[in-house]
């Protein structure tokens, strides 16, 4: 008990953070379901949020709690590598229903992980093992260094006996994966390229290519700035629009701004409205056939949206614009530029 007691805060918090920090992370997997699958069902979704879940809470209860007070812990506990790999047998001699508990333990925590790789990511047996024997690796490792230096000791045992328990459990979550398939068959999917596509599609579609905008302003943003500095002495800050009539923007922003123009207005122009984000989840943001002056008044209408969303406090009454388009999509189930 005493061991225990010394556990504080940190498990609570990482178990208060679990939904919050999943919900964030689901982006990517629902990118991927979409990618895969060309649609997102509710059991979908409900295996994208389970396996962020699952991902954010074998680290937490594999690496948490630490304890409370780092300096007398490490004083009193000196943790060495078990790296006998029988030596689970001798620990079932001495300890007996505790130590094949703690086997069973190391066993289910990693089914998931093999049943994943099989179910939402349909990857083969090699990617079970070796993803398993990973994971379970660097769990052992990031114990054995204290979370690589932040913790001032090993607070947990690495033990080479975890590493194969948990690929064990990851390769029996995948054959009980295979199982699920022959009982609940997998539908196969439709690549044909959506032309009305829901919001969640068109929400991650769109921060697909906010993120390669991003990607691509940093280094422009950096390297333009750093040059600026050392030709002037100075850093860029904003620049005067018109003689200041227009008000000042920022050089971040006007870079910002010219990688959305190519990732939302000139490569979805080119590529009969797919943007790059919108290719991978298989959607088009034209929603019918436009030509003329209709089409480009749909891609102006449509880029001022985004310009509304990205820069925020910039944009007067973006706020508004943002209310009346989602209140529209609540009401009519697509956006407003669509009627155009």
């Known amino acids: 008990m005493g061991f225990i007691s010394s556990f504080s805060a940190p498990f609570l918090v990482s178990v208060a953070l679990w939904p919050f920090a999943s919900f964030l992370l689901t982006v990517p997997v629902l990118a991927m379901l979409y990618h895969r699958d060309n649609r997102l069902g509710f059991g979908a979704a409900l295996s994208a949020y389970g396996t962020v879940l699952y991902a954010i809470g074998l680290l937490c209860f594999t690496l948490y709690p630490m304890p409370a007070e780092p300096a007398a812990y490490c004083a009193t506990h000196h943790l060495t590598p078990q790296l006998d790999p029988v030596q689970f047998v001798a620990d079932i001699r001495s ?107 068109r929400f991650i579609a769109f921060l697909i290519d906010y993120g390669l905008a991003m990607l691509c302003s940093l280094p422009i943003v950096i390297g333009g700035d750093a040059l600026y500095t050392m030709a002037t002495g100075e850093r860029m800050g904003r620049i005067m629009l018109a003689g200041g009539a227009l008000g000042s923007v920022g050089y971040a922003q006007l870079v910002m701004l010219a990688m959305l123009a190519v990732f939302e207005l000139i490569i979805p122009w080119r590529r009969q409205g797919s943007t790059l984000g919108g290719s991978y989840t298989h959607m088009t943001c034209e929603t019918k056939t436009r030509s003329g002056w209709r089409r480009a008044a749909f891609y102006a209408a449509r880029f001022a949206v985004i310009c509304c969303v990205v820069f925020g406090g910039d944009v007067r009454y973006s706020g508004l614009v943002v209310i009346a388009v989602l209140v529209f999509w609540f009401i009519r189930h697509r956006m407003p530029y669509d009627l155009i």
Do not use: K
């Open 95 to 201: 300890d007996g229903v505790t130590a094949i508990l703690q086997i069973v333990m190391n066993v289910v925590f990693f089914m998931p992980l093999g049943f994943i790789v099989r179910r939402v990511f349909r990857r083969h047996l090699p990617t079970a093992l070796i993803g398993g024997f990973l994971a379970s690796l660097m769990v052992e490792t990031l114990q054995l260094t204290g979370l690589l230096g932040i913790f001032p000791c090993s607070y947990r045992l690495f033990d080479v006996d975890d590493l194969i328990w948990n690929t064990s459990g990851a390769l029996i979550g995948y054959a009980l994966a295979l199982l699920f398939d022959r009982i609940f068959p997998q539908r196969q999917a439709d690549t044909a390229t959506v032309t009305q596509p829901g919001f969640v599609r």
